[in-house]
């Protein structure tokens, strides 16, 4: 339950965002990332205070290379995080729901084909198929619109990245280094502060906006999915995080009315046949495990 949960809760984010998509997307992510910091690291020193010492001390013992490699990983994750969101951010408001609802269903075949780049992962003959049918898809869309395409295809790549720097990440809690990423993320951004915009003012309503974005919309799922990770493989749950796009999707069109082209509606189906495919593997597995 805490797996769907988490992206159930993903695929409903364009609701708040939307709610405040005529403030500039850097103020959004500004506010979102200082917010999400200070009640992330409430949350830990209190609520898993025992936890998250017992991680700092971990930390600590480790040797001078290894606390290198993880500050450096950790670091580089992090802005691929801020980069991501302030992406998300931008699209949600600025170009279409339905954009980055694609991104979200393409993340996890860019993920595997980096990781088949730089961790030398092996793809099956299969997965090669969905990731030619997704390129297709890709170029398709290219054609209607080729900036909501660079959009779409940037916000999969920087996630993507983020993803394949975590696969050999787990020297430390998960929930713990994803409160390092966080706040790290809110110092590299720090500088940027100045250069909020004062229009439109900043009321009551958006800063409780952002507070509902920081709390109920990063911190709680973010702690689901570390505490799905515990129970489920990573590849089962893996397969929920189709949830969010698919949630997305539909309130693009039934509740924001975007508008969907034929050659849309063509890409997006591609799509969503070569996630089927990329996946077959496990959902036959997962299905064969039901019936047993």
Partial sequence: MAVIATFVIYGFFSLPLKAIDEFPSLDILLS?????????????????????????????????????????????SSAMLAVNWYLFIYVMNRVSVNATALAYMLCPVINTFLAYIFLKDRLSPIQWIAIALSILSCLLLAFGNYSETLYTFSIGLFYAIYLVLQKNNNRLDRFFTLTFQITVGTLILLPLLPYQSSEPEKTVFFFGIVFV???????????????????????????????????????????????????????????????????????????????A
């Fill in 213 to 291: 974005i920081a709390s109920f919309f990063t911190i709680i799922p973010m702690y689901l999915n570390v505490f799905a990770l515990n129970k489920l493989s990573s590849s089962t749950a893996g397969i929920f995080i189709y949830l969010n796009p698919i949630f997305s999707f539909l309130l693009a069109i039934f509740y924001f009315k975007e508008d969907m082209s034929n050659l849309k509606i063509i890409s997006y189906t591609i799509v969503f046949f070569s996630v089927i495919l990329f996946n077959s593997k496990i959902i036959l597995s997962l299905l064969k495990t039901k019936k």
């Fill in 32 to 76: 979102r990332l200082s917010m999400a910091s200070v009640l992330i690291l409430i949350f830990s020193f209190v609520s898993r205070r025992k936890i998250t010492f017992e991680n700092i001390r971990i930390f600590k013992s480790l040797s001078k290379k290894e606390k290198q490699k993880l500050l450096i990983v950790n670091t580089v």
